[in-house]
């Protein structure tokens, strides 16, 4: 078959869009790849901090991440774990306050309360709310009681830490160890970034805890020892869900060691992050690098 002149230019013309079409996308793809390796790591001031892809289990940013530290009420979240992986689990289940977790909050000075009253019946759900928001130590430590074993108070506690050091191990921690409830150690209480947001990262794997430590606020009706009932209003430490788009939790903490400690997840476009600061220098600091943190990590 012949070709004329006509068809042999046409021809050409056609491959000559094939090749610059294939140069453009060529040419876009290396602008991402540019662009990507052109990404500025950024600068925090906490002095430990890491972030990982929660779906991936990729790590975007590190610095001293297996550092081991203080963790404050960050703890917690090691807590609610512990009793969401129980065997046979009722939410609804009422836990009767005791006179020692009120106790407890007034012999600690740097222990922040739910404010539970004594007498007062509060379901496994509530206490968890209880713990999260307003960061309870009574909380914790009616959970403790509730879900240790041992005829006594002191060895059901006990039995609980076990619990959370279990879990630690089961989690492949070896930089992670407690010997509290609620953060309140007795100088063997301790984490890294990196385990504490490997801790994280499997608490938010319960659907409850997505739920509690996603909500801002809430008004719990409990009832009260001679059988009526009052409300228990609870406000979250956690101001990134008021002042960050896509944040989904988890968890504040502080103390005189620990100074001023950050766990924090959030959901942009299909992708979660999720990491921790610790040791920072105030509560306006760790916020800030948090947030730093997580556009870097939703540029990545």
């Excluded at 407690?178 to 890294?192: A, E, L, P």
């Excluded at 009052?230 to 504040?252: A, E, Q």
Aim: proline letters at 2%; aromatic letters at 8%.
């Amino acid at each position: 078959m012949k070709i004329g002149i006509k068809g042999i230019k046409g021809i050409r013309r056609a491959s000559a869009v094939v090749v610059t079409a294939g140069a453009v996308l060529t040419a876009g793809a290396f602008t991402s790849q540019a662009q990507a390796a052109a990404l500025p790591t950024p600068t925090i001031n906490a002095p430990g901090g890491f972030v990982m892809n929660n779906g991936t289990g990729a790590t975007l940013f590190s610095k001293t991440a297996d550092t081991r530290r203080a963790t404050g009420s960050t703890t917690k979240i090691m807590t609610a774990r512990v009793v969401l992986a129980q065997k046979n689990l009722d939410l609804d289940s009422k836990v009767t306050i005791q006179k020692a977790y009120s106790d407890y909050i007034v012999n600690n000075n740097w222990a922040s309360s739910a404010h539970l009253i004594v007498g007062d019946k509060v379901t496994v759900r509530q206490l968890l709310y209880g713990l999260m928001l307003p960061s309870g130590c009574d909380a914790a430590y009616a959970l403790a009681d509730k879900f240790g074993s041992g005829s006594t108070r002191e060895a059901r506690v006990t039995s609980f830490i076990g619990q959370m050091n279990a879990t630690a191990k089961s989690l492949g921690l070896k930089n992670t160890h407690f010997d509290s409830f609620d953060g309140i150690g007795r100088g063997k209480n301790y984490s890294t970034p990196r385990d504490l947001t490997k801790i994280a990262s499997s608490a938010m794997k319960f659907s409850t805890f997505r739920t509690v430590v996603g909500t801002k606020s809430t008004k719990q009706k409990v009832t009260t020892q001679s059988g009526g009932y009052r409300y228990m209003s609870w406000t979250n430490t956690n101001n990134l869900l008021s002042s960050y788009k896509g944040t989904i939790g988890v968890k504040t903490g502080s103390g005189p060691e620990a100074k001023y400690c950050l766990v924090f997840a959030a959901t942009r476009g299909g992708k979660t992050v999720i990491g921790t600061v610790l040791a920072s220098s105030s509560i306006d600091t760790r916020t800030a690098d948090a947030k730093k943190l997580m556009d870097y990590a939703f540029k990545k």
